[in-house]
C-alpha cells in the first residue's frame, strides 16, 4: 500500500462505487487535496459529485479503491471510526438545509461544537459569530420553522464552519440561495476558509461558484476529465445538454 504524498490532507486513488442498484457512480477517479486548498469538483448533475465528496469524507465506505486523511487510510476504517473522523475534523454542507427543528438557529449552529464537548457559552458565542458574518443574527433565537429557507441554509454554512474543521465538505451550499445571497454566503465561506486554514472539497456545476476555488477538476458520467462544455440552458429549460469532453489520462 502506497502512501500518498506529504502535503496532501486529502488524497484518493482509483476509486470505484456502484449505487445500490447496480449503476456505476464513480469509475477509477483519483487526485489529491493539498492542505487549506479549496477544490471544486464540477461537472453536470449526475457526474458523480456527491458520491466522491461522500467517499471522501467517509460518509461512504469505499468499496475498490483508496482515501488517505493525513496519511491515515479511510478506506480501511470502520463505521464508528470514520464518524468519529467526521465529527471531529469534517465539516458538511448538504444542498438542502437540514437543522433540528427543536432547536433554535444559534443552538444548531453550535450543536457540532457541543458534540465535541466545547462548552454552551464557547459553543454558543463561536455559533453567534458566524450567524452574524452570515447576516443572520437576527434570527439567531428563532426555530428553524420560523426562517426561509435561504436563511435555514445559512444556519447550516454557519454551523459548518462554527468548529473551524481540518475539511469542509460543502455539496452545492448554496443551491437554495438567490443570487445575491449565493454570492454573499460563498464569499464568507471562501474568506473563512483561507483565513482559518480550511480545506474545502466544494460540488458545483456552477462555473462561477468554481471559479472561486484555487483549482477545479471535473467529472463526467463517473471519470474525472479534463474539461467538460455544456451548452448554455435558458432558466426556464430543464433538461441538461449533452456534454463533451476529454478524457484525462
Same mark, same amino acid.
Given at each position: 500500500?502506497?502512501?500518498?504524498?506529504?502535503?496532501?490532507?486529502?488524497?484518493?486513488?482509483?476509486?470505484?462505487?456502484?449505487?445500490?442498484?447496480?449503476?456505476?457512480?464513480?469509475?477509477?477517479?483519483?487526485?489529491?487535496?493539498?492542505?487549506?486548498?479549496?477544490?471544486?469538483?464540477?461537472?453536470?448533475?449526475?457526474?458523480?459529485?456527491?458520491?466522491?465528496?461522500?467517499?471522501?469524507?467517509?460518509?461512504?465506505?469505499?468499496?475498490?479503491?483508496?482515501v488517505?486523511?493525513?496519511?491515515?487510510?479511510?478506506?480501511?476504517?470502520?463505521a464508528?471510526?470514520?464518524?468519529?473522523?467526521?465529527?471531529?475534523?469534517?465539516?458538511?454542507?448538504?444542498?438542502?438545509?437540514?437543522?433540528v427543528?427543536?432547536?433554535?438557529?444559534?443552538?444548531?449552529?453550535?450543536?457540532?461544537?457541543?458534540?465535541?464537548?466545547?462548552?454552551?457559552?464557547?459553543?454558543?458565542?463561536?455559533?453567534?459569530?458566524?450567524?452574524?458574518?452570515?447576516?443572520?443574527? +437576527? $434570527?439567531? /433565537?428563532?426555530?428553524?420553522h420560523? =426562517?426561509?429557507?435561504?436563511?435555514?441554509?445559512?444556519v447550516?454554512?454557519? %454551523? *459548518?464552519?462554527?468548529?473551524?474543521?481540518?475539511?469542509?465538505?460543502a455539496?452545492?451550499?448554496?443551491?437554495?440561495?438567490?443570487?445575491?445571497?449565493?454570492?454573499?454566503?460563498?464569499?464568507?465561506?471562501?474568506?473563512?476558509?483561507?483565513?482559518?486554514?480550511?480545506?474545502?472539497?466544494?460540488?458545483?456545476?456552477?462555473?462561477?461558484t468554481?471559479?472561486?476555488?484555487?483549482?477545479?477538476?471535473?467529472?463526467? +458520467? $463517473?471519470? /474525472?476529465?479534463?474539461?467538460?462544455? =455544456?451548452?448554455?440552458?435558458?432558466?426556464?429549460?430543464?433538461?441538461?445538454? %449533452? *456534454?463533451?469532453?476529454?478524457?484525462?489520462?
Amino acid at each position: 500500500m502506497e502512501a500518498p504524498p506529504d502535503n496532501d490532507v486529502l488524497w484518493a486513488r482509483a476509486l470505484h462505487f456502484q449505487h445500490h442498484d447496480g449503476s456505476p457512480a464513480l469509475c477509477g477517479v483519483s487526485l489529491g487535496v493539498r492542505e487549506s486548498e479549496i477544490l471544486a469538483v464540477s461537472g453536470p448533475r449526475g457526474s458523480g459529485k456527491t458520491t466522491l465528496l461522500r467517499c471522501l469524507s467517509g460518509l461512504a465506505p469505499v468499496r475498490r479503491g483508496e482515501v488517505w486523511f493525513n496519511s491515515v487510510p479511510v478506506h480501511t476504517m470502520g463505521a464508528l471510526t470514520r464518524e468519529r473522523l467526521r465529527r471531529d475534523r469534517f465539516g458538511w454542507i448538504d444542498p438542502v438545509p437540514s437543522l433540528v427543528p427543536e432547536l433554535n438557529a444559534w443552538e444548531n449552529a453550535a450543536l457540532p461544537l457541543m458534540l465535541r464537548g466545547t462548552s454552551r457559552r464557547r459553543a454558543k458565542r463561536a455559533a453567534l459569530e458566524w450567524l452574524e458574518r452570515l447576516d443572520i443574527g +437576527d $434570527g439567531a /433565537r428563532k426555530r428553524p420553522h420560523q =426562517l426561509k429557507q435561504a436563511e435555514r441554509q445559512r444556519v447550516c454554512i454557519a %454551523r *459548518a464552519l462554527a468548529p473551524a474543521p481540518s475539511v469542509l465538505f460543502a455539496d452545492e451550499p448554496t443551491a437554495p440561495l438567490h443570487r445575491a445571497d449565493r454570492a454573499h454566503a460563498l464569499r464568507t465561506l471562501t474568506t473563512a476558509a483561507r483565513s482559518h486554514g480550511i480545506t474545502v472539497v466544494l460540488a458545483t456545476h456552477d462555473p462561477d461558484t468554481a471559479a472561486l476555488a484555487d483549482r477545479t477538476v471535473f467529472l463526467l +458520467d $463517473g471519470r /474525472r476529465v479534463q474539461t467538460v462544455h =455544456l451548452p448554455p440552458v435558458s432558466e426556464t429549460t430543464e433538461p441538461e445538454g %449533452r *456534454a463533451a469532453c476529454s478524457l484525462s489520462v
